[in-house]
């Protein structure tokens, strides 16, 4: 067909007749309605796709096989944008586990498992069990902390010792003895040197209540007695030779001048430091009393002297309820010297043997849990 032959038919342009304008608006609306035909094609074509994707193998459906209408207001969640969290990070939090990680075995870390012993470290060490060894007294004089016990005193003034029994004293020599508290007496009365080799021996008696002791010992009184008033057998239950070294804790209840008294002073130490502590007494005797006495100087005009002029450390101390002699030591408690002579069966007066062993008097021995000893002395002239 040529050109010339276009209408088929030989007839008229369908817009043969028609004004310029019409024709423009005839034209315009067929373009409009090509371009909604041809839309229509490509969404139809979208589609035909989208069924063959989801369609499997055998022609069945797979889930979400049919296509969702599609909505420009609602976005699709199986296809999310870039810009959304991760699909992966979606399904875990939705999808709770079925249980606890930690409840998986061989899952947990090796450290979460708690341990079903204490740690090492915890323990004690073996050696807490064992008996801790005696403290080691104070080198030197110390005041004491705390008031000695009452059983540490001499019993005053015809009463009794009030207080707690000792525990027995084994018959067996070189058993220790039970921690306690135990009457003791020197064997030696007015005898030189007891210091001075570093031993004195003691006589241990148990306190008793009175009790029991049937008249086999020393009570002031007459049964029945109270059950805490304290006696001592007769007979000692054992004889100690005891060094005075630095293993052994001494305790001397003294005195020193208060404002208004005399007053207890009560110091502590080593056994050594008694040992020197005699030996500086012995001395001082010897040279201030002693001497004199032997001199043919009386015991009045010995004091006189020594209340104007004190030497080796005796002197009146001033107290306002005492007006004997008192010696005091470069260290360690004041000495009461309120018996400065002896006198023999002729009632001759003579220098003491031992000024030491005079004034300075044990009384009670103390044994701690550990078996350490410390023994009590009173330093005054017994009568």
């Known amino acids: 067909m040529s050109h010339d032959e276009w209408p088929p038919g030989g007839g008229a342009f369908p817009d043969a007749g028609r004004s310029a304008e019409e024709q423009r608006r005839r034209q315009r609306t067929t373009g409009l309605l090509v371009g909604a035909g041809a839309a229509a094609l490509v969404v139809a074509t979208v589609a035909i796709m989208l069924i063959l994707v989801n369609r499997d193998d055998d022609g069945g459906d ?11 207001s609602t ?29 998986v075995p061989g899952t947990e870390p090796a450290t ?21 060894p005696p403290p080691t007294p104070p080198s030197g004089w110390q005041r004491a902390t705390g008031t000695f016990p009452d059983l540490a005193f001499i019993a005053c003034c015809g009463s009794n010792w009030v207080g707690e029994p000792s525990p027995a004293v084994p018959a067996d020599a070189g058993a220790p003895l039970a921690p306690g508290i135990y009457n003791l007496r020197a064997e030696f009365v007015d005898e030189p040197d ?8 003691l006589e241990i008696r148990p306190y008793v ?11 002031e009184g007459e049964a029945p007695f109270p059950d805490n008033e ?14 005075l070294d630095d293993a052994v804790r001494v305790a001397l209840s003294g005195f020193a001048c208060g404002a208004t008294e005399l ?3 009560q110091q502590v130490a080593a056994g050594s430091d008694l040992t020197r502590f005699a030996a500086e007494l012995d001395a001082a005797y ?30 009146d101390p001033g107290c306002p309820d005492w007006t004997e002699l008192m010696w005091t030591p470069s260290g360690g408690p004041g000495v009461k010297a309120d018996g400065i002579f002896r006198l023999d069966s002729a009632s001759n007066v003579l220098a003491l043997r031992s000024a030491s062993a005079s004034w300075v008097r044990p009384t009670a021995l103390a044994v701690d849990d550990a078996g350490g000893f410390t023994v009590y002395f009173y330093a005054a002239f017994l009568s």
């Open 209 to 219: 209540r009175c009790g029991e002791l049937a008249g086999a010992g020393f009570c």
């Open 286 to 315: 010897e040279a201030a009393i002693g001497s004199q006495l032997r001199a043919g100087t009386t015991p009045e005009q010995i004091v006189a002297d020594l209340t104007a002029a004190p030497a080796a450390g005796f002197s």
């Open 230 to 243: 304290l006696g001592v057998p007769s007979d000692p239950a054992r004889v100690l030779d005891l060094a």
């Open 62 to 72: 797979v889930l979400g096989s049919v296509p969702p209408t599609v909505d420009s």
């Open 75 to 103: 976005p699709d969640v199986g296809a999310p944008p870039a810009s959304d969290p991760p699909t992966v990070t979606t399904v875990e939090s939705t999808v709770p586990p079925t249980e606890p990680a930690t409840t």
């Open 194 to 201: 007891v210091f001075s080799d570093g031993v004195i021996r």
């Open 263 to 265: 007053s207890i002073d």
């Open 112 to 132: 979460t498992p708690a341990p079903t012993t204490a740690p090492p470290t915890t323990a004690p060490p073996a050696t807490t069990t064992q008996p801790a």
